[in-house]
């Protein structure tokens, strides 16, 4: 019996989410409240989401709750390439994508969460420039390919809640990191690509 832990417009629930549908895994969903993680904290010992139980066992970090079911259940269908040296291009993109293209929205709204006056915008400018740069590195792995790597895999799965905003936000939505995102990705008639690859990902099952 497998549980995930989430809350409501969540980035990395999002990743295990499409990781779920993909693979077909029924799963139980409990939601806890963004500004209380009690129960987060007793079941896992930290207090993010998401968090997976899989019969007992506990799971923390999205990407390494991805690579857990890619191992766990390997008669599903498959997140991760088959051949050695694709697969490692994939983890080698997904480490890249979690310690080097989270860095600016991530340091952005430390800045952004200082006292006005006391942010330094020069530095929200030179972060938002390399957001904005990225989306160029994304267009052009989509050249001649439906997804990032080719074949759908945890690639994809890895950077499209993030990279979702450029195009898709809920109206409601009140989280500074997602307006972070929103607002430093701005895809112009340069990102043809990028754009159908958005409406694609978006049309996938969750769990
Ligand atoms: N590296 C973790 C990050 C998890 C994370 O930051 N989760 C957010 C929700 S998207 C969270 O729980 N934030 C609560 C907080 O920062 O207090 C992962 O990939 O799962």
């Given amino acids: 019996m497998l549980t995930l832990y989430r809350v409501k417009l969540s980035t990395n629930v999002e990743r295990v989410s499409l990781a779920l549908a993909h693979k077909g895994l029924k799963t139980e969903s409990i ?5 209380d993680r009690t129960d987060i904290v007793k079941l896992s010992g930290q207090d993010l989401v998401p968090v997976l139980v899989d019969d007992g ?13 890619e191992a766990r259940f390997p008669g599903t269908p498959p997140l991760y390439p088959k051949d050695p040296a694709r697969r490692a291009e994939c983890l080698v993109f997904i480490e890249w994508f979690n310690r080097v293209w989270k860095r600016p929205p991530n340091d952005m709204e430390s800045e952004l969460s200082k006292p006005e006056g006391q942010r330094d915008m020069r530095r929200v400018e030179r972060l938002g420039r390399a957001m904005q740069g990225y ?5 052009q792995m989509l050249s001649g390919r439906e997804y990032l790597l080719g074949e759908f895999s945890a690639a994809d799965i890895a950077a ?9 936000h809920d109206a409601d939505d009140p989280y500074l990191f997602h307006k972070i995102l929103r607002d430093y990705q701005k895809p112009g008639t340069t990102h043809p690509r990028l754009v159908s690859w958005i409406a694609r990902m978006d049309k996938r099952p969750r769990a």
């Fill in 135 to 139: 989306l160029d590195w994304f267009e």
């Fill in 31 to 35: 939601t806890v409240p963004y500004e």
């Fill in 57 to 69: 066992k506990v799971v923390t970090d999205s990407m390494e709750i991805v690579g857990y079911l």
């Fill in 160 to 168: 499209f809640p993030f990279l979702k905003y450029a195009t898709v």
